[in-house]
């Protein structure tokens, strides 16, 4: 992920954890609408994912002179803000969940050829959006860094606090349920 | 019979090994060993051909939902900030 070069954004942090509100505002700038999107796949909507992201801005200010640098600021960041989206998504009324079987849906049509039209490619947009909002929390944060966000597996890795390899592993499996919820959704007609 | 028996257990063997790896093979993170492991099941297997051609065009879709538009949150953040003090 770029944004901004990494010796750039080592002289806003320090600066920030020697109490420069302005290079904060800076790294805000940066970071915001992404953070702010990542969010917006957690909770309801997006005043919603709003308020997170500057709570989560809010905590990252409060507490940057405990940010150690041992990681990049943005992955210390991402990490704060999907638990503060967790936290909100939990007091939000519990959306219809994926099924966690994983058995393949033997008479699903072949969607694996690219949509040739319009309408068809905001088809499987549209429905991977709220394919995604259906993973259980746990495997959607996978998909979303990584494949959403194009982070690199370390980073995401990082973000989540896991190995590489748990990382690897939550990610085939949330991968493996979207495929599934797509199978589901084209067998039925892509309706 | 023996050889069959045989045959089908390395089979199921080389499937479950390639379904547990078609993410890391879409991702680059194997070496020509195992990529050539995946490739040689797939080629016979139409169960783990259709997952990843599947999975590929999955990942396709994905990618084009990062495109966000700006949304201009970084002006409320900071003016919390700014109240904050």
Known sequence: MQLGSAEDEDLLVSRAKAGDRGAFEELVRRHADRLHAVVLRFVADREAAEEVTQEAFLRAWRGIGRFQGRSRFFTWLYRIGINEAKRRAAREPAEQTISLDEEPILEAPDWSEAPDTRAQQSDLRRVLESSIRALPVKYRAPVILRDVEGLTTEEAAEVMDLSQAAFKSRLHRARLLLRRALDEHFREGGE | ?85
């Open chain 2, 1 to 85: 019979m023996i050889r069959r028996f045989l045959g089908r257990r390395r089979y199921m063997r080389e499937h479950r090994w390639t379904h547990a790896h078609l993410s890391e093979y879409l991702d680059g993170q194997l070496g020509p060993d195992q990529r050539e492991r995946v490739e040689a099941h797939v080629g016979i297997c139409p169960h783990c051909s259709r997952v990843l051609a599947t999975l590929r065009r999955m990942l396709e879709g994905l990618h084009m939902l990062g495109a966000q538009p700006q949304t201009g949150v970084a002006n409320g953040v900071i003016e919390r900030l700014r109240d904050e003090d």
